[in-house]
C-alpha cells in the first residue's frame, strides 16, 4: 500500500483496484510491478490521495488493465482533445439555456 496515502477511503479503492484485477483474471502483481504501479500512481496524481482514487475509479470505469488519468484531466499531463472541449462547451451552453 503506499505509506503516502493512509485514508480508509484510499485502502478501499486501492482494494477494489486488486479486486477488480483478480476478476479479469490478471497476473498478480510481483512486488517490482506492485512498486512500480503504486509509484506511478503516485506520479499521476501529483501526490493527491483524491486524484489518486479518482484514477483507480476512472481506470476501473474504462476496463483498463492499467491505472490512466481520466481523458478530461487538467493537470498537464493529459491534453484534452479539441472535439472533446467543443462538445462539453456546447453541452455546457445547453444545459444552462435549458435550465436558465
Same mark, same amino acid.
Given at each position: %500500500? !503506499?505509506?503516502?496515502?493512509? +485514508?480508509? /477511503?484510499?485502502? /478501499?479503492?486501492w482494494e477494489e ?8 483474471? !490478471? &497476473? /498478480?502483481?510481483? &512486488? ?7 509509484? %506511478?500512481? !503516485?506520479? *499521476? +496524481? @501529483? =501526490? ?7 484514477? #483507480?475509479?476512472? +481506470? #476501473? +470505469?474504462?476496463?483498463y488493465q492499467g491505472?490512466? !488519468? &481520466?481523458?478530461?484531466?487538467? @493537470?498537464?499531463?493529459? #491534453?484534452? @482533445? =479539441?472535439?472533446?472541449?467543443l462538445a462539453s462547451?456546447?453541452?455546457?451552453? *445547453? $444545459? $444552462?439555456?435549458?435550465? =436558465?
Amino acid at each position: %500500500m !503506499l505509506d503516502l496515502f493512509t +485514508s480508509e /477511503k484510499f485502502q /478501499k479503492a486501492w482494494e477494489e483496484w486488486l479486486q477488480y484485477r483478480k476478476e479479469r483474471k !490478471l &497476473p /498478480k502483481y510481483t &512486488p517490482t510491478g506492485l512498486k512500480k504501479t503504486q509509484t %506511478m500512481l !503516485l506520479k *499521476l +496524481s @501529483n =501526490g493527491n490521495e483524491d486524484t489518486a482514487i479518482k484514477i #483507480i475509479d476512472y +481506470s #476501473i +470505469s474504462q476496463n483498463y488493465q492499467g491505472l490512466f !488519468l &481520466p481523458k478530461n484531466s487538467n @493537470n498537464g499531463t493529459t #491534453i484534452s @482533445n =479539441g472535439h472533446e472541449q467543443l462538445a462539453s462547451s456546447i453541452l455546457s451552453e *445547453l $444545459q $444552462q439555456n435549458f435550465n =436558465g
